[in-house]
């Protein structure tokens, strides 16, 4: 019921932008970020498309900086109503936390999707606040005729129970395809007693009706210390200046996905990162390597 009000509350943010792709990232952490994605989106992307960055920092100072790094970029901004968290907007099970990081992204994901994803008539992209695009490429091109696309995850228990569901970090929509699509659900919780990460619930939409959609997985690669000196070769050359700040800065790994298209340097949220200074000079050393990009 709740979702529903604030559909209906919320649906002066809905534009109609027949013929663009919407993008759309939830940033928490991290400003600088947002620079990173207005930029590389606008130096790569082939498609005429809006980028719009959903807000859920946790307090005032950080949610201001991150809406001026929008404001400085040109880029839509909507603030994430930190009630949405207490309330609950999904459902929750018995003893679960409320701010759990899974938690608190399946609600801004699923807030995004009911509020302007599922009204776009076009295709829609959810990508991570952390993941950029490194060369030209097509959104477009990349759906082609398919319903829906993005990379799967799985869960299982001993006893053969096996959860397979959408991870949250790249998904291509084609809204006006895919059936029952309001019943597409991020939340996060328990699919048949097995515990399942934001995105976990899509579980169901896939069962119901992978076999009558067009659904493609995206392949990714992941390389750390040790895989680089493995698979070096099979990288293109603008992610070899990568090497040594992995090598810099272990245990870092990041990943590409599409053939090298996007880049996700993992953590953005800061959540798998426990000391604040080992993620900014991290994120120093991606800066770097974004804006090496940016200049050729």
Same mark, same amino acid.
């Given at each position: 019921?709740? %979702?529903?009000?604030?559909?209906?509350t919320?649906i002066?943010? !809905?534009?109609?932008?027949?013929?663009?792709?919407?993008? #759309?990232?939830h940033?928490?952490?991290q400003?600088?970020?947002?620079?990173?994605?207005?930029?590389?989106?606008?130096?790569?992307?082939?498609?005429?498309?809006e980028l719009?960055?959903?807000?859920?920092?946790?307090?005032?100072?950080?949610?201001?900086?991150?809406?001026?790094?929008? *404001?400085?970029y040109?880029? %839509?901004?909507?603030r994430?109503d930190?009630s949405?968290?207490?309330?609950p907007y999904?459902?929750?099970?018995?003893?679960?936390?409320?701010?759990?990081p899974?938690?608190?992204?399946?609600?801004v994901?699923q807030?995004?999707?009911? !509020?302007? &994803?599922?009204?776009?008539p &076009?295709?829609?992209?959810?990508?991570?606040?952390? #993941?950029?695009?490194?060369?030209?490429? $097509?959104?477009?091109?990349? #759906?082609?005729? %398919?319903? @829906?696309?993005?990379?799967?995850?799985? %869960?299982?228990?001993?006893n053969k129970?096996?959860?397979?569901?959408?991870w949250?970090?790249?998904?291509?929509f084609?809204?006006?395809?895919l059936?029952?699509?309001r $019943?597409?659900d991020?939340?996060?919780?328990?699919v048949?007693?097995?515990?399942?990460?934001?995105?976990?619930q899509?579980?169901h939409?896939?069962?119901k009706?992978?076999?009558?959609?067009?659904?493609?997985?995206?392949?990714?690669?992941?390389?750390?210390?040790?895989?680089?000196?493995h698979f070096?070769g099979?990288l *293109?050359?603008?992610?070899?200046?990568?090497i040594?700040?992995?090598e810099?800065?272990?245990?870092? $790994?990041?990943?590409?996905?599409?053939?090298?298209?996007f880049?996700?340097?993992?953590g953005?949220g800061?959540?798998e990162?426990?000391? @604040?200074?080992?993620?900014?000079?991290? &994120?120093?050393?991606?800066n770097?390597?974004i804006?090496?990009?940016?200049?050729?």
């Open positions: 019921m709740f %979702r529903f009000i604030v559909f209906v919320h002066v943010f !809905v534009t109609q932008i027949f013929g663009k792709v919407l993008v #759309m990232s940033h928490c952490a400003p600088f970020l947002v620079g990173l994605q207005a930029r590389t989106f606008q130096k790569f992307s082939k498609d005429d498309y719009v960055i959903f807000n859920d920092a946790k307090t005032a100072a950080l949610e201001e900086e991150i809406r001026g790094e929008c *404001e400085k040109g880029v %839509r901004c909507i994430i930190q949405i968290h207490a309330l999904l459902k929750r099970w018995p003893r679960e936390d409320y701010n759990h899974s938690v608190r992204t399946a609600n994901v807030y995004s999707l009911d !509020v302007m &994803g599922f009204n776009h &076009g295709l829609v992209v959810i990508i991570d606040s952390d #993941m950029f695009p490194t060369k030209e490429f $097509s959104f477009a091109q990349l #759906m082609g005729e %398919r319903d @829906l696309m993005g990379c799967l995850q799985c %869960r299982n228990l001993k129970i096996f959860v397979e569901y959408l949250n970090g790249l998904v291509f084609n809204m006006p395809t059936p029952d699509k $019943s597409i991020f939340n996060c919780g328990f048949d007693r097995v515990a399942v990460d934001t995105g976990g899509t579980h939409y896939l069962k009706y992978r076999s009558a959609i067009s659904f493609f997985h995206l392949d990714t690669f992941l390389f750390s210390v040790l895989s680089e000196r070096a099979t *293109e050359p603008c992610f070899s200046h990568l040594p700040l992995i810099k800065h272990p245990p870092l $790994s990041m990943e590409v996905y599409c053939d090298g298209i880049f996700h340097i993992r953005g800061l959540w990162t426990p000391h @604040l200074e080992e993620s900014y000079a991290k &994120g120093r050393c991606v770097d390597f804006n090496s990009l940016l200049e050729t």
